[in-house]
């Protein structure tokens, strides 16, 4: 794969739903990090991966969200108990430095009704 | 709270009109500026990573300047195409901050024939 997928692109959930949004880096960078776009505004920074590890999950807006990226690679963003105030674009990117570009996936459009 | 702001938030143009863009951020604790460009249904695409004072890059028509003492950077577009209609985003990082992107809420360019 040449770049970053994401998985679902969009995802409708009812809320008080669980959901899970997958995120495949581009191969071999080892720094992979969430954000969250709601409407109207910039992308706001989630959590922060290096290879499994979490390094910085000071954005996570709640105990509802959850990220793990268990082997090194594919990184999962969970969502518990869905709200409507959680329904945004949620962005993955990869990079091979802390400070170099990042690569960003297409995002997933989550809508809670 | 890291302000990042980007003016104009949305600019219609004419095809072969110049056009720039404004991102201004914290002067101090600088590390990095980036410039992504969006365009709707496809993945933010890195511009430029800028990291000096008085940096300018040049990619075909697009350019950008920084200037980290006064927190703001220019982004210039030359001879504007349709191709160009996209939301351009700033993002700074913060120098012992971690190395998460603060992104501003973008600009809008909507380029017409």
């Given amino acids: 794969g040449a ?3 994401q998985s679902p692109r969009y995802k409708v959930a009812k809320r008080g739903q669980d959901v899970a949004l997958r995120c495949d880096p581009i191969s071999g960078h080892v720094s992979l990090f969430w954000y969250q776009q709601a409407l109207g505004q910039g992308p706001e920074f989630l959590t922060y991966f290096q290879n499994e590890a979490q390094l910085d999950k000071s954005g996570l807006p709640s105990d509802r969200f959850f990220a793990e990226r268990p082997e090194g690679s594919v990184s999962t963003l969970k969502i518990q108990r869905t709200q409507q105030e ?3 674009v949620y962005l993955c990117a990869s990079t091979t430095g802390a ?3 990042q690569f960003f996936g297409p995002g997933t ?3 809670v009704l | 709270i890291l ?9 219609h143009v004419q095809e072969g009109d110049s056009t720039n863009f404004t991102c201004s951020f914290p002067s101090s604790n600088f590390y990095a500026l980036h410039w992504y460009r969006w365009e709707t249904a496809k993945s933010p695409e890195a511009l430029f990573v800028m990291t000096l004072n008085g940096d300018e890059k040049k990619k ?4 950008a300047t920084l200037n980290t003492k006064e927190g703001y950077s220019y982004l210039y577009i030359k001879g504007s195409q349709p191709e160009d209609s996209a939301t351009y985003l700033c993002a700074f990082i ?3 901050g971690g190395n998460k992107l603060t992104f501003g809420t973008g600009t809008q360019l909507k380029v017409e024939l």
Avoid: F, K
Avoid at chain 2, 3 to 11: A, I, K, R
């Fill in chain 1, 3 to 5: 770049g970053v997928s």
């Fill in chain 1, 86 to 88: 959680d329904s945004a």
């Fill in chain 1, 99 to 101: 400070y170099n570009e």
């Fill in chain 1, 109 to 111: 459009r989550l809508t």
């Fill in chain 2, 3 to 11: 302000n990042v702001e980007q003016s104009p938030q949305s600019l």
């Fill in chain 2, 60 to 63: 075909g028509r697009i350019s």
């Fill in chain 2, 94 to 96: 913060m120098a012992g």
